[in-house]
T-cell receptor
Framework: DQQVKQNSPSLSVQEGRISILNCDYTNSMFDYFLWYKKYPAEGPTFLISISSIKDKNEDGRFTVFLNKSAKHLSLHIVPSQPGDSAVYFC??????????FGKGTHLIIQP | EAQVTQNPRYLITVTGKKLTVTCSQNMNHEYMSWYRQDPGLGLRQIYYSMNVEVTDKGDVPEGYKVSRKEKRNFPLILESPSPNQTSLYFCASSLSRISRGRGVQETQYFGPGTRLLVL
């Protein structure tokens, strides 16, 4: 049973527009959430996180929104830049076994 | 420079030939783990270690072994590799185990990955 779901394997967005990546989770024990970014041939790197006591966290062009009642979070990138093209992993912590990752969404920023 | 290193970065081997992928971190982190990344499956945890001499199974431990004799090193051992272990492997470390209710937004630091092909 997949506890963290990223239902869009890929997403294509024009440069300068907003990119919205979505993530759903099922385990109500998760109490914080992270987004990782991964370029080809590199390991994932931490991007932004949010605790369950908040509904929004912002860091520059990146904002993460958390809707606990819907068990849904999203990552907004605005404006999108070519260097944002990467695979984005949603991860959740607070369950029994460290972090649980989604399958990832491949974001493609088109010029 | 704080980092997690893995070796080798690329490896081609044959079924049944034992291999070890090394992982080392220089951040004095207690918690280390191994993941494999496969198309359509994302990152899945193989094994993790909360501290020296403390290891436990993750989601997909079959066919793998680990050891944690020193804090900085966490090697992944494939005693008898099989083709279904062809994958991209990542080692990761964090200051402590990410556990419920701590309210600490700890992140894991990932190594660069090891791409393994088992023929």
């Amino acid at each position: 049973d997949q506890q963290v779901k990223q239902n869009s394997p890929s997403l294509s967005v024009q440069e300068g527009r907003i990119s919205i990546l979505n993530c759903d989770y099922t385990n109500s024990m998760f109490d914080y959430f992270l987004w990782y970014k991964k370029y080809p041939a590199e390991g994932p790197t931490f991007l932004i996180s949010i605790s369950s006591i908040k509904d929004k966290n912002e860091d520059g062009r990146f904002t993460v929104f958390l809707n606990k009642s819907a068990k849904h979070l999203s990552l907004h990138i605005v404006p999108s830049q070519p260097g944002d093209s990467a695979v984005y992993f949603c991860a959740a912590g607070g369950g029994a076994d460290g972090l649980t990752f989604g399958k990832g969404t491949h974001l493609i920023i088109q010029p | 420079e704080a980092q997690v290193t893995q070796n080798p970065r690329y490896l081609i081997t044959v079924t049944g030939k034992k291999l070890t992928v090394t992982c080392s971190q220089n951040m004095n982190h207690e918690y280390m783990s191994w993941y494999r990344q496969d198309p359509g499956l994302g990152l899945r945890q193989i094994y993790y270690s909360m501290n020296v001499e403390v290891t436990d199974k993750g989601d997909v431990p079959e066919g793998y072994k680990v050891s944690r004799k020193e804090k900085r090193n966490f090697p992944l051992i494939l005693e008898s590799p099989s083709p279904n272990q062809t994958s991209l492997y990542f080692c990761a470390s964090s200051l402590s185990r990410i556990s419920r209710g701590r309210g600490v937004q700890e992140t894991q630091y990932f190594g660069p990955g090891t791409r393994l092909l088992v023929l």
